[in-house]
């Protein structure tokens, strides 16, 4: 157990619908990133926050949109759904988003679009 | 921009076997360089990582040597076990974080 949460687990909806990701950091960790896993892309790194911050943007679709909240949890917004959205998405954090720090995974929310 | 390449999987191992897991790297300046492992249906771990030109990353009898002159970054087992049935990523940190992760390996080991 990585002390990361994700929720759901499991997603599932329709194309042109609207979805919330949530994820909890570990105790302590001020940074929180998210990562898409698919068959095609492979694991895709989209957006870092620290302290309630964006920090760094991957490729992250436009119809995607996160933020972190005060007490560090962090959700993800999928919106405009299509097909090609459906993957694994993955929650991480670390405790200062330096480049050494190890960052921790959640056990992702697996996302399919019909 | 940067990038990781690795080998391709999936690999199938007899127990006891030797392991490399391939691994090279594409990056200005001086990455981080990671190996991650996925067991099936849960997140990613960090297995091991290394820092500098060099250095070697150990853990639970893998390891792997960060070799700028190469850039690489190989995985090695001497004798892997079935319960090292997994994916593999390498990966490197180039900007504070922001993990760019290769197209990982299946690793199947058989008793």
Known sequence: DSGVTQTPKHLIT????????????????????WYQQSLDQGLQFLIQYYNGEERAKGN?????????????HSELNLSSLELGDSALYF???????????????????????? | ????????????LSEEAF???NCTYTATGYPSLFWYVQYPGEGLQLLLKATKADD??????????????????????????????????????NQGGKLIFGQ????????
């Open chain 2, 56 to 93: 070697k990353g150990s853990n639970k009898g893998f390891e792997a040597t960060y070799r700028k002159e190469t850039t690489s970054f190989h995985l090695e087992k001497g004798s892997v076990q079935v319960s090292d049935s997994a994916v593999y990523f390498c990966a490197l940190d």
């Open chain 2, 1 to 12: 921009g940067d990038s990781v390449t690795q080998m391709e999987g999936p690999v199938t």
């Open chain 1, 60 to 72: 992250i679709l436009e119809r995607f949109s996160a933020q972190q909240f005060p007490d560090l």
């Open chain 2, 19 to 21: 392991l490399t897991i």
């Open chain 1, 14 to 33: 329709a194309t042109g619908q609207r979805v919330t990701l949530r994820c909890s950091p570990r105790s302590g960790d001020l940074s929180v990133y």
């Open chain 1, 91 to 114: 929650c991480a954090s670390s405790v200062e988003g330096l480049r050494n720090n190890e960052q921790f995974f959640g056990p992702g929310t697996r996302l399919t679009v019909l």
């Open chain 2, 104 to 111: 990982g390996t299946e690793l199947s080991v058989k008793p």
